[in-house]
Each structure stands twice: as C-alpha cells, then as structure tokens.
C-alpha cells in the first residue's frame, strides 16, 4: 500500500528557508486522481492546509502562505516537496504530507516536527 | 476562506457511551465535509469523506450525518480505542480548512 514519509532538517534559524521532502513508496506518484499535500499542526494542535501539487506539477497555495511557499514534483524520483521562506517562530509546527483523494486526506506521512529557533 | 467550529471542544465519555460531536462551517459545503481521528503523536486518520461515508476498515460505529452548515460525527457505543481527538474539515474550496478539534477523554 501507499506509504508517505517526510524528510529534513528538525531545526532551522529565522529568516531562513524551511525545505521538506515527502517520498512515496508502494504507489506512483504519477497515478492520476490524487494531490500531494503539505499540511501542518501547531503546537496547540490546530491544523493548516499549506498546499498541494498534481503529478503533471498543477499547484495551490494557501493564500495565507503563498508569497513564501513553493511546491514541487519529482515524478521520477516519486516525491514531492515544500520549500518555506523566510520563518519565524510562528512556523515552527509538525509538518505532514498527504495524499488528496477528491478534497479527503486519505493518506498520512508520519509526520517531522520543525523548530524554528536561532 | 471557510471556518469551520466544532462544538464542544472537549468532552468526557465512558465505553459504551453514544457520542456526537458537531462540525458547523460558515458557508454552504454540500456534503464536502470529512472527519478525523488522531491520537496522540499520530497523524490523522480519515473516518468519513462526503459527510456520510465510511472508509474502508472504519468501525461502523462511526457514522456521519449532515450537508449544508450543519454536520455531526457519531460513535454509537465509544471503545477504549476511541479516545482522541476528532477533527473536521471542508473540502468544498480551497484553501482546505479544518476545526480546531474536540477532544475525547476518560470520564
């Protein structure tokens, strides 16, 4: 079955740049009908949609975040990615990855805690 | 954007309990509304999608009702297993939302 699992660093500086992998395995990333997700959970547990990205590279930001976000795809390598500009310690959160089946997040990574901390 | 609430934001059952927790968001969502289990240090688990619809290898006493504003999550008799906490969550427009959660503990 399809597994998610996030990558990168647990620590980054303010004003710098937040950068997550997710690698899929068990699945192709290029199976149609779904959109690759980056959500991610505040210490105090609420939950924010950051954006997500189809197999052919069709992307949508939260606008709340989308000056700083980026999202992409490396089919052949079967992950996708996050790259966050510019933190502050309001970004500091567990990041997920997900996979969109129709608008439900039917698949989960396990999840990589990122502080943002000088 | 849409807002979602729940209510109540936390609540104390027994096992064998019926449980209902609600889930209202600020504009019509048909039934574009999906429910979450998490546990502690876990990601979500996806429970129901379209309001109403259980997911595969989802115990069935967990049911969804609703369309529209209004929408509720049930659990007909509450299982050890089932304490955590339950999200809801719009997939009617993006940005994608989600309410801020409602907490299950022991009584």
């Known amino acids: 079955q399809v597994q998610l699992q996030e990558s990168g660093p647990g620590l980054v500086k303010p004003s710098q740049t937040l950068s997550l992998i997710c690698s899929v395995s068990?699945?192709?990333?290029?199976?149609?009908?779904?959109?690759w997700a980056w959500i991610r959970q505040f210490p105090g547990k609420g939950l924010e949609w950051i954006a997500y990205?189809?197999?052919?590279?069709?992307?949508y930001y939260n606008p709340s975040l989308k000056s700083r976000v980026t999202i992409s795809v490396d089919t052949s390598k079967n992950f996708f990615s996050l790259n966050l500009r510019s933190v502050t310690a309001a970004d500091t959160a567990v990041y997920y990855c997900?996979?969109?089946?129709?608008?439900?997040?039917?698949?989960w990574g396990q999840g990589t805690m990122v502080t943002v901390s000088s | 954007d849409i807002q979602m609430t729940q209510s109540p934001s936390s609540l104390s059952a027994s096992v064998g309990d019926r449980v209902t927790i609600t889930c209202r968001a600020s504009?019509?969502?048909?039934?574009?509304l999906n429910w979450y289990q998490q546990k502690s240090g876990k990601a979500p688990k996806v429970l129901i999608y379209?309001?109403?619809r259980l997911q595969s290898g989802v115990p069935s006493r967990f049911s969804g009702s609703g369309s529209g504003t209004d929408f509720t999550l049930t659990i007909s008799s509450l299982q050890p297993e089932d304490f955590a906490t339950y999200y809801c969550?719009?997939?009617?427009?993006?940005?994608?939302?989600f309410g801020p959660g409602t907490k299950v503990d022991v009584k």
């Open positions: 997900a996979r969109d089946l129709a608008g439900a997040f039917n698949i």
């Open positions: 068990g699945g192709s990333i290029s199976s149609g009908g779904y959109y």
């Open positions: 990205i189809d197999y052919s590279g069709s992307t």
């Open positions: 504009q019509n969502i048909d039934s574009y």
């Open positions: 379209a309001a109403s």
């Open positions: 969550q719009q997939s009617h427009s993006n940005p994608r939302t």
